[in-house]
């Protein structure tokens, strides 16, 4: 058994490299940090420091676990997204940087429209660790948001997020199937609903497909069943001129498009991730009579 964090982060390394995992090295530093305290630059500064045999234990379950293809996320239950940390929980997805995208295409349409000191209200469908709504009240301070989960355990996990993050008195999460129990209309909608097909799902990395929630992942057989549920539900939402965001799958955007144009949505507008592939879609809410029906 390792005795010091050096010989602990060189052994889960091996351990994870021998085992297939993606990034060996990262993961080892990653786990090694969160079992014995402090950031993961810190390690080397202690890679001589010797490990307790209480640490050294908890260091062989994190790597069964690893081995196993849980995230190192959900295994440290916290993960990164818009330079903010979220806590997890296995009623919601883990956030990956994809998602980023739509953050990045909110802002970019405040910045267009010269909104981002403006007091919008913004509605997030779906909102599993609340990190699409909170990373984006972190950045338009005079905004407040709504998100939904038809999660309980979901909603909490937000709420307690949103506290963490200082952001908790411009927001509010309800459990609701979608819009069921919203009233109003806001300035923007944003979701990253269900859109992988479902028999596509056991194909997916397991640390996907055995540990994200399925109702989270389930597109349906087409992949894009839950849009055609959305597409008037945000409609009904919106006030005129509005903006509806929607993370997207690749190849999926311009199916999402249409659907938005059916509901009345002009200067539909796409964004891609970092991976160059379209990754949400946008559209302006013009025919507010429409909106209503």
């Not at 239950?77 to 997890?88: I, M, Q, S, V, Y």
């Not at 997030?124 to 999660?151: F, Q, R």
């Not at 144009?261 to 949400?280: A, H, K, N």
Request: proline share 4%; with cysteine.
């Amino acid at each position: 058994a390792p005795t010091t964090i050096g010989q602990a982060v060189r052994t889960l390394t091996g351990a994870f490299a021998k085992g297939g995992i993606p990034t060996p090295g990262l993961d080892a530093r990653l786990l090694t940090s969160h079992v014995i305290g402090g950031s993961a630059e810190r390690l080397i500064l202690d890679a001589d420091r010797h490990i307790s045999a209480e640490q050294s234990v908890a260091l062989d379950v994190v790597r069964d676990r690893r081995l196993a293809r849980e995230p190192v996320s959900r295994i440290c239950g916290e993960r990164e997204f818009w330079g903010l940390p979220f806590r997890l929980n296995d009623a919601t997805l883990d956030p990956r940087p994809d998602s980023e995208t739509l953050v990045s295409a909110l802002l970019t349409i405040c910045d267009l429209g010269d909104r981002r000191g403006e007091r919008l209200n913004i509605l997030d469908l779906g909102t599993g660790t609340g990190c699409l709504l909170l990373s984006a009240l972190s950045e338009l301070k005079n905004a407040k948001g709504v998100g939904v989960d038809i999660s309980e355990s979901a909603v909490t996990l937000a709420r307690e997020n949103a506290s963490r993050l200082g952001l908790a008195n411009r927001c509010e999460f309800i459990r609701s199937n979608w819009t069921d129990e919203i009233l109003g209309v806001f300035d923007f909608v944003i979701s990253n609903p269900p859109y992988i097909k479902s028999d596509e799902i056991d194909n997916l990395e397991p640390e996907v497909s055995r540990h994200d929630p399925r109702i989270a992942l389930d597109g349906g057989v087409s992949g894009v069943a839950v849009y055609e549920i959305l597409a008037p539900l945000i409609a009904g939402r919106l006030m005129q001129g509005g903006w509806a965001l929607l993370e997207v799958g690749e190849n999926q955007h311009q199916i999402v498009a249409e659907l938005l144009e059916s509901q009345g949505f002009s200067e539909i507008s796409t964004f891609p991730d970092l991976s160059s592939v379209t990754r949400v879609v946008a559209g302006k809410r013009q025919n507010l009579d429409r909106a209503r029906t």
